[in-house]
Structure formats: structure tokens, C-alpha cells
């Protein structure tokens, strides 16, 4: 059992202004940016008193930044105040040496002052662009507490390697009911248990999809709201467990919203990586595995190797079930021994991952509900589900491959359980994840619910569904699921 915990060089933590995406130091940058240059324009008996506050201002926080970090959103800030300071401290210094202070003329200044505050007013933008991810209060019961397990599969080998005797092994976060830790509590690193993993896991993700590193450079400073290893609530209640498996090339903390607002409702979420799919994988002794899975652009043969993926990841949910049972028996004995459900046990990701979620499912009657997040049904349809299931897909357009929409709806039209399918307006592919707490609000990248609406969306759908299947709580699922989009029923009866 691996249980990492801060290092010395995990640095310092951004914590961020809610709604302005800066820092209380770079916002403090930028006001006395923009007051270096407003004081131009202040009456004459106000300019030294304004320009040496100012200046005062900019140093200390400009080396506190040096301390903590700076990001590149603040360049342009830096760089008006750069051009602004030696036509603000000019007048100052010649009227203490005696000489005549001597100012630019209005028209000469004007679009001076304008130019340097356009720079400072694009930092703000960037950094609402590309934010340093805030990621929304768990509005559940329990404080969330998270661990981080490693294991290995001695029955399975390890089919992305040559060597015989390597075996599979996967990475595990767990999200868990937590007692309140104290309020000065170190949250948890987002994307990594230290911030060397986090970069790490972020160069990998940014590589894959071609961005510059340095626009995302917030994300590996984020930290969520869970802390490492607290406590397991009290009162000895049996939480039942939510197997994640990410999309291609996604990570095992991709979804961490979601699932902190979860684990905050109650319920255990285990996301995995799969090292050789997942971008980055970085094992307790050191190594970093990358991902060696990569289309070809012939559809035939990536539809062939996306359904052996498929069912590798299949193979880890269902290896990762199994491991948690035998945690909550109490082998390798820890604070979540005889506190996980694994008789309530639903199966979801997000993408490939919801591929492989129904893989799982239909291989695997441990696993009550199953949950696809926008995902292809990769593999073979059969056999068929007999668990209940939700899909949540984003709108269908002429871009959405044809073949999509057939095969999911077969897929649950076949489900000897009742199945959910649910279109959500707005939504985009990557709005089923945490990408619009810190990728451009472009509704063709993460839809047009917004940074605060899309994990709302996403966390209540699937909780209500999750009430229902594992808890059998009552109410009325298909009206509360309606209130997000367009929901298609499909019952056992309806099947042929």
C-alpha cells in the first residue's frame, strides 16, 4: 500500500481570489500597475503621493511573486508597469536633484497610458482564459479525505511491454466520507500527490493534445478540497464504492470535482490509472509511464485496437473492485477496512472510460450500476447489461460520429435493467470532466454550461441516479434527470 504524503519540494500553493483567477499578490501587482500609470492623469499635488505608493506596492508583492512563483498571465501586467515606471518616477527624481520635472504632453501620453493598460488589462484575461483550477465546495455532509493505493495484479501480464514477467499494476486515488480536518489542513495537490507528480501528469496531458505547457502552468498548482488521508467519518457507516476509469490518455484525478462532491454525499470513489493508457503514470518507486496507445487513422484498425484498450481497462476496473473487497476484509489493514460497501458498487467513466465501464459491467455482476460519461461503446455488445445504467451524452451534431449514437442506444435498449439516457444541452465533450475549471470557456472545447454549472450538472445527474440504484433511495429519477435535458427511458419490457 502506497500512502505518500507532502514532500519538501512540493513549493508553495497559489491560493486564488474566487472569481478573479488571481492570486491576492498578483492582484496587488495589478492595481499598483494601473495606479503607476493612472497617476498621470491625477491632479498635480496628488502625483508624488500616488506614484510612491504605488511603487511601494509593486516591489514587496513583485518579490513575494518571485517567491511563490509567477505565472505568464501576469507578464503583459509586469511589462506595462515596466514601460509606465521610468515616465512616473522621471518627474520625481529631477524635482529632488533641483532640475525642473518635466512631463510628456497629453497627446503624447494618452496613447502611452492607454497602450500600457491595455497590457495590464490583457493579464486579467489571460489568467480567466487559463485559471489556476477553483474547484467547487462539496455541498455534501462529510469533509472528503483522499489516499493514493498501488497494485499489482500477479494473474494478468503486462501486454504493453515485452518483458514476461512484468505484471499489470494500476494506480488508485481514493475519495472518501471524511471527519473535518482542521482548518489550516493542507489540501490535496490536484493532479498528483506532490507538485513534481503534478507537472509531471500536466506536460504529459498538454503534450498529448498539442497546447503550449506554459498556457496551462495554474493547473499543476491547484489543489482541490480533499486532504490526504484524514480521517474516515465517524460512526461506523458502510459507504458504498464508484469505480472511475478516465478517458484516452486521461488521469486518474480528471474528474476530481465529480468526485469529491460524491465522496462528500457518502460514497467511496476509486479513479484509476491505467498505466500505458492514462498520459502519465508515476509509480511509488519513481517511474513515470507513458501512455503508448496511439490511433493509426485507418478506422477499422483503431476501432480494433480502442476495443483491446477497452477491455484492458475493463480487466482493471474489475481487479480494482476485487482489491477493494479484500481492503474492506482487512488485508493490508487501513482506515477504510470494514467501512467500504462492495455489495453497492457501480462502474463509470468518462469517454473510452465509459467504454470500458460498460465492458466491466457486462463481465462483472459485482457491479449493481453502471454510469458512461459521453462515451463510445467500444467492443463487443454482448452480453448483454443487466444492471441500470446512465448515459449522459452532450448534444448530437453532424460532427458526432454516426455510429455513435446507434450503438449506445442498442447497447441500452438490450439492458434487461432500466437504462437513462440523457442529452444535455450545452454540453461538450470535455464538460463531463474538470476541463472547464481551467480550459477556455469555447463551447466547442467544454460547452456553454459554464465553469460553475458544468460539475453542478454532472455531479447532480449522477448522484440522483446513484441514490437510486445503490441506496434505493426514493423518488422520481426520471423527472429529476429531465430537469438537465432530453432523457430517453429505455425499460427491460421495451427490449426485444
Not at 462539496?138 to 505484471?167: C, I, K, S, Y
Not at 460514497?267 to 500505458?276: E, K, M, S
Amino acid at each position: 500500500m502506497w500512502r505518500p504524503g507532502r514532500r519538501p519540494e512540493d513549493g508553495p500553493v497559489t491560493e486564488i481570489v474566487a472569481g478573479l483567477y488571481l492570486s491576492p499578490w498578483e492582484l496587488i501587482v495589478l492595481l499598483g500597475a494601473v495606479a503607476l500609470v493612472a497617476a498621470r492623469w491625477l491632479p498635480p499635488a496628488a502625483r508624488p503621493r500616488v506614484t510612491i505608493a504605488a511603487v511601494a506596492v509593486l516591489v514587496p508583492s513583485a518579490v513575494a511573486l518571485g517567491v511563490t512563483g509567477v505565472r505568464w498571465q501576469l507578464l503583459p501586467v509586469a511589462a506595462g508597469a515596466a514601460v509606465a515606471l521610468p515616465f512616473a518616477l522621471s518627474p520625481l527624481l529631477r524635482g529632488r536633484t533641483g532640475r525642473p520635472a518635466r512631463r510628456a504632453r497629453w497627446w503624447v501620453a494618452l496613447p502611452g497610458s492607454l497602450a500600457c493598460l491595455g497590457l495590464m488589462a490583457a493579464g486579467p484575461v489571460a489568467a480567466w482564459a487559463f485559471p489556476v483550477p477553483a474547484f467547487p465546495e462539496p455541498t455534501g455532509r462529510f469533509a472528503v479525505g483522499t489516499r493514493v493505493m498501488q497494485w499489482t495484479d500477479p494473474e494478468r501480464p503486462e501486454t504493453f511491454t515485452a518483458d514476461p514477467h512484468d505484471r499489470r499494476t494500476v494506480v488508485v486515488q481514493l475519495w472518501y466520507p471524511a471527519r473535518q480536518s482542521p482548518a489550516d489542513a493542507r489540501r490535496a495537490q490536484y493532479l498528483g500527490h506532490t507538485e513534481h507528480e503534478a507537472r509531471t501528469v500536466s506536460a504529459a496531458l498538454v503534450r498529448q493534445v498539442g497546447l503550449p505547457g506554459f498556457l496551462v502552468d495554474g493547473v499543476p498548482r491547484a489543489r482541490s478540497h480533499a486532504v490526504f488521508d484524514a480521517p474516515v467519518a465517524g460512526g461506523g457507516e458502510r459507504f458504498p464504492v464508484v469505480l472511475f476509469s478516465p478517458g484516452s490518455g486521461g488521469v486518474r484525478t480528471q474528474n476530481t470535482a465529480w468526485a469529491e462532491e460524491l465522496a462528500s454525499h457518502g460514497y467511496v470513489v476509486a479513479g484509476l490509472d491505467h498505466p500505458y493508457d492514462s498520459a502519465a503514470v508515476v509509480l511509488a518507486d519513481g517511474r513515470t509511464l507513458r501512455t503508448r496507445t496511439e490511433s493509426t487513422g485507418d478506422r477499422d484498425k483503431d476501432d480494433e485496437l480502442a476495443a483491446r484498450w477497452t477491455a484492458v481497462r475493463a480487466a482493471d476496473l474489475r481487479f480494482v473492485l476485487t482489491r477493494l473487497d479484500r481492503l474492506d476484509r482487512g488485508e493490508g489493514a487501513g482506515p477504510l477496512t470494514g467501512r467500504l460497501d462492495t455489495g453497492r458498487a457501480a462502474v463509470t467513466g468518462h469517454s473510452m472510460g465509459g467504454a470500458a465501464a460498460l465492458q466491466a459491467a457486462r463481465r462483472d455482476r459485482r457491479f449493481d450500476a453502471v454510469i458512461d460519461l459521453d462515451g463510445y461503446p467500444h467492443g463487443p455488445a454482448t452480453p448483454t447489461l443487466r444492471q441500470p445504467a446512465l448515459a449522459l451524452t452532450q448534444a448530437i451534431t453532424p460532427d458526432t460520429d454516426p455510429r455513435y449514437l446507434p450503438r449506445l442506444t442498442r447497447a441500452l435498449e438490450r439492458n434487461t435493467a432500466p437504462s437513462y439516457r440523457l442529452t444535455v444541452p450545452g454540453a461538450a465533450h470535455l464538460t463531463f470532466m474538470d476541463g472547464p475549471l481551467y480550459l477556455p470557456p469555447l463551447p466547442s472545447v467544454t460547452g456553454s454550461l459554464g465553469r460553475t454549472d458544468s460539475p453542478r450538472v454532472v455531479a447532480a445527474t449522477t448522484l440522483a441516479f446513484l441514490n437510486t440504484t445503490l441506496r434505493h433511495q426514493p423518488g422520481d429519477l426520471p423527472g429529476t434527470l429531465s430537469a438537465y435535458g432530453h432523457l430517453s427511458v429505455h425499460h427491460p419490457k421495451d427490449s426485444g
